[in-house]
């Protein structure tokens, strides 16, 4: 076992040669979001003085809500020949020249591939390489994940210089009708982990489950490929995105023996244009100490640690000595702090740049409080609806989701009734944050499927007062009136 310093030696990242705009969806499907384009969503709240993790994230979404593309500027697409394995192989060959090595000099290569160009396992031999290969997958924690287990095996004496790469090819795995492929986005990136001079590299690292967010994606089989569509827990990662980046933050600097304050740089993953102010807000750090490649890139997944890296110290913002605390959420798998003093490391070629100058906008603002008073909707819990009569609650549901979507998209509550489809009330975003407020509200779980389709906002109502009931049959004994309910 050796106690020598070990980090990254080297960082490769490789785009598609397509940038995929708005234009894009606006062109090929007009009428895709017709209903939220044309309307002015914002959802006023005030925010309480000691905000939760769900109020953190709702402030920090409120901007983008009346933005018909959520944020999404632009996205790096496979096209043509371009596949997986060789935007994977050519970061590779960067990689490795960067770090001033032959390929026969790494010892073991470990593969990470989300939604990689063909099902089945063995993506790491494929890649050319002589060495032991094998693959390792913790969604977008992937990189992180990989980059303390390389340290690890360094650490015992058996490795010298291990290869770790990374791809996610999203454009691939969502069907383009779905208003979930405006935020994926194609990369591959590599990294070289080796022993490093005293006091740089990586002084620590802390991983946690992030089970929670189990189901937040549904992953299916579509013929030759794995696919992904909004799952029915969506909202776990709003309501968990800010204990999760909390606990993996200050547990890494206890274990480094360093305070928040003496952090340089922090580089957050970004599945959405608004989640490194969700987690500026939730360490109360100076958003100038971070940044925000989404406008420019989407969601690219696991390939986000190596982006963020490669682009600040491409652009001087990161230099040798430096602190910098590099965090990732994988959905349903693992969140993952890593602090690291950065050296000297090589850089492969540099990306492609954005077309626009608001793909280009880097800085990261947090939202402003709403300076408005809160919004007017009714103060529903779950006491208070089993406390009205079995013959009011519905009237009562059917106002307190009726104001919600008054107050949400800032228009007279006369102008929804109960019979309107959800369809065209709601997109992916809106449909999440009714559910969580539901959920924290009546403490009924509602699957996504819900508020979709043409579904109506009676028959939501009526879908919570059925679970509602059914949950009573276990806790309390029901009344004539209920058990009448509940038969019919």
């Known amino acids: 076992m050796t106690s020598c310093s070990i980090g990254i030696r080297s960082v490769a990242v490789q785009f598609p040669r397509e940038i995929r705009t708005n234009d894009y969806w606006s062109e090929k499907y007009p009428d895709l979001a017709a209903p939220v384009a044309s309307r002015r ?19 920090e979404v409120a901007p983008y809500l009346s933005d018909r593309f959520r944020g999404n500027v632009e996205r790096r697409v496979l096209s043509g020949a371009e596949t997986a394995l060789s935007l994977e192989s ?8 960067a770090a001033n090595l032959q390929p026969d000099d790494i010892d073991l290569a470990i593969a990470t591939s989300l939604f990689s160009d063909t099902l089945g396992f063995g993506q790491a031999a494929k890649l050319g390489l002589r060495c032991p290969a094998w693959n390792l997958e913790s969604t977008c924690a992937s990189a992180l994940v990989a980059l303390q287990t390389a340290r690890a095996l360094i650490q015992t004496g058996e490795y010298r210089h291990i290869l770790v790469v990374v791809s996610q090819m999203g454009s691939k795995a969502v069907e383009e009708t779905d208003t979930l492929s405006w935020s994926m986005g194609d990369a591959a990136g590599a990294f070289i982990v080796s022993e490093m001079p005293a006091h740089q590299g990586v002084l620590a690292t802390h991983i946690i489950s992030a089970g929670a967010a189990s189901g937040a994606y549904a992953y299916e089989l579509a013929s030759d490929r794995l696919s992904i569509r909004t799952g029915d827990n969506a909202s776990a990662i709003a309501e968990t995105a800010v204990d999760f980046v909390r606990t993996c933050t200050q547990a890494v600097l206890d274990k480094a023996g360093v305070s928040l304050d003496e952090i340089d740089w922090f580089a957050f993953n970004t599945p959405t244009a608004w989640y490194a102010s969700v987690c500026a807000r939730a360490l109360g750090i100076d958003p100038a100490r971070t940044w925000n490649l989404y406008p420019r890139y989407a969601n690219i997944g696991p390939v986000f640690p190596l982006a963020n890296l490669d682009w600040a110290a491409r652009g001087q913002k990161l230099k040798a000595n430096d602190l910098i605390l590099v965090y990732a959420n994988g959905a349903g798998a693992t969140a993952v702090a890593t602090l690291m003093r950065w050296g000297n490391v090589a850089l492969g070629c540099e990306p492609a740049p954005p077309l626009s100058s608001a793909a280009a906008q880097t800085t990261v603002q947090l939202a ?3 300076p408005t008073q809160p919004a007017e909707i009714p103060n529903l819990s779950l006491e208070k609806l089993l406390a009205t009569a079995p013959s009011e609650r519905e009237i009562q549901l059917e106002t307190y989701l009726l104001s919600w979507f008054a107050s949400s998209l800032q228009k007279p509550i006369h102008q929804f009734n109960p019979q ?8 992916s975003l809106m449909a999440l944050m009714l559910k969580s ?22 028959q939501l109502a009526e879908y919570i007062l059925t679970q509602l009931t059914l949950t009573t ?6 009344s004539v009136e209920e058990r009448e309910t509940l038969r019919l």
């Open 437 to 458: 407020r539901i959920e924290v509200d009546l403490q009924v779980q509602v699957p996504i499927e819900q508020l979709f389709g043409d579904r109506t906002i009676h």
């Open 90 to 97: 050519q970061a590779i060959q960067e990689a490795i020249a």
């Open 420 to 427: 309107q489809t959800f369809a065209t009330l709601l997109d």
């Open 473 to 478: 049959l276990t806790s309390s004994p029901l």
């Open 368 to 370: 402003a409080s709403e």
């Open 41 to 59: 969503s914002r959802i006023a709240r005030s925010v309480p003085a000691n905000p939760s993790g769900f109020d953190i994230w709702s402030q």
